[in-house]
T-cell receptor
């Protein structure tokens, strides 16, 4: 069975500092990996996705993530955060296997950017 | 503009009432989903549909039911609401495409409180 672990439930950081949000997954088959962002009182918005090819994936708002198959990780990074990046971030995995392509989500990481 | 809509955004209701949460999309998508989201927890898939007259149960058992009579409309119903149903409910849609990597687009959510 697939699962996703987000290692940090909350990450406080100062504005303009770099940030890394960690995500590990478990799956016995090839996977597709996603990061979604949820701003307060809104639905989820796709930040970026890894399907195949280059392991470094660039997304919207200056975020990027690196797929590491040997470590089964897909950590999200941003070199310099803004106050507006304050939100909850969800890592998710899917596959073409038994899950019918449905997403499995982690518990989320709340990023809090302080001035 | 193509979008996904949920109404109501907030609902406070007494125990035993029947409620229907509405979800509509103008994305032209075949596949639709309902997720349940509690604070600090994963998003859990409770229902999904591949198209008209198709409904499937998700990973998390739910007392709610869904219907898909029109492609663009995927309402969720609770016949008798209980305090344990208090949660945020998110609707999403995606292309069917036969693949697990189709991006899911999310509505803004309905926050349900059952007293």
């Amino acid at each position: 069975a697939q699962s996703v672990t987000q290692l940090d439930s909350q990450v406080p950081v100062f504005e303009e500092a770099p940030v890394e949000l960690r995500c590990n997954y478990s799956s016995s088959v090839s996977v597709y990996l996603f990061w979604y962002v949820q701003y307060p009182n809104q639905g989820l918005q796709l930040l970026l996705k890894y399907l195949s090819g280059s392991t470094l994936v660039k997304g919207i708002n200056g975020f990027e993530a690196e797929f590491n198959k040997s470590q089964t990780s897909f950590h999200l990074r941003k070199p310099s955060v803004h106050i507006s990046d304050t939100a909850e971030y969800f890592c998710a995995v899917s596959s073409d296997g038994g899950s019918q392509g449905n997403l499995i989500f982690g518990k989320g990481t709340k990023l809090s950017v302080k001035p | 503009e193509a979008d996904i809509y949920q109404t109501p955004r907030y609902l406070v209701i007494g125990t035993g009432k029947k409620i229907t949460l509405e979800c509509s999309q103008t994305m032209g998508h075949d596949k639709m989903y309902w997720y349940q989201q509690d604070p600090g927890m994963e998003l859990h898939l409770i229902h999904y549909s591949y198209g008209v007259n198709s409904t499937e149960k998700g990973d998390l058992s739910s007392e709610s039911t869904v219907s898909r009579i029109r492609t663009e409309h995927f309402p969720l119903t609770l016949e008798s609401a209980r305090p344990s149903h208090t949660s945020q409910y998110l609707c999403a849609s995606s292309d069917l495409g036969g693949s697990a990597y189709n991006e899911q687009f999310f509505g803004p959510g309905t926050r349900l409180t059952v007293l």
